[in-house]
Structure formats: C-alpha cells, structure tokens
C-alpha cells in the first residue's frame, strides 16, 4: 500500500521561504505522477503543483507561478516542494498526491495522499 508522508510546514512570515518534502513508499515511486495541493479553512482543495513520472514535465498554478518549484528525486522516492517569497494568503493545510500514470491537476483522479503538512504565513 502506498503511503505519503508530508514535512517541512511551519510557521513562517510574508517572504520567508519554505521547502516541504514528500515521501513515498510501499509503491514504485516512477511509476507515479506526483502533485501538492493545498486547503485553507472554508475553502476547497486547490491545485498548487505537479511533476511526471521522470520529471521531464511540471507546471504550478497560476496563483503560485514564479515562486513555488515542484522537484523529484527518484532515487531518494521523495517529491519538494519549494515555496520562495511566501504569502499571507498561502496559509493552508499542504497536501502530496500520487497518481498512478499521466500528471494531472484534477484532485479527484489521484489515488494515494498524505496527511498534510500546515504552512502558516504571517503578516
């Protein structure tokens, strides 16, 4: 059974930069395209990033473009997340999703997730 494990969230302030990681197991990592989405409180869950299955393709949403980068390490079956110039509004519940096959930015396709990971940006 797959599981994913999310780390790196915290509390940080307008600017800061954050790194969350992702580890997967129990599955064979390259055969999983690899996504982060988000959830604020009152608020649906929402498309931040996703990376192929050899990270040859990604793409961030538009409300996150220019400063967020979604990486993989194969070797190590772990997926990032760079966060840089963080943003009040960015404050939500981060979640890493796998899907078996093609990327994808629809949350209801992906097959396995994490717990979340909390990233609160103050003002």
């Known amino acids: 059974q797959v599981q994913l494990v999310e780390s790196g969230g915290g509390l940080v302030q307008a600017g800061d930069s954050l790194r969350l990681s992702c580890a997967f197991s129990?599955?064979?990592?390259?055969?999983?395209?690899m996504g982060w989405f988000r959830q604020a409180p009152g608020k649906e869950r929402e498309f931040v990033a996703v990376?192929?299955?050899?990270?040859?393709?990604?793409y961030t949403a538009d409300s996150v473009k220019g400063r967020f980068t979604i990486s993989r390490d194969n070797a190590k079956t772990t997926v990032y997340l760079q966060m840089n110039s963080l943003k009040p509004e960015y404050t939500a519940n981060y979640y890493c999703a796998a899907r078996s096959g093609s990327r994808s930015s629809s949350a209801q396709v992906y097959d396995y997730w994490g717990q979340g990971t909390q990233v609160t940006v103050s003002s």
């Open positions: 990376i192929s299955l050899s990270s040859g393709y990604s």
């Open positions: 129990g599955g064979t990592f390259s055969n999983y395209a």
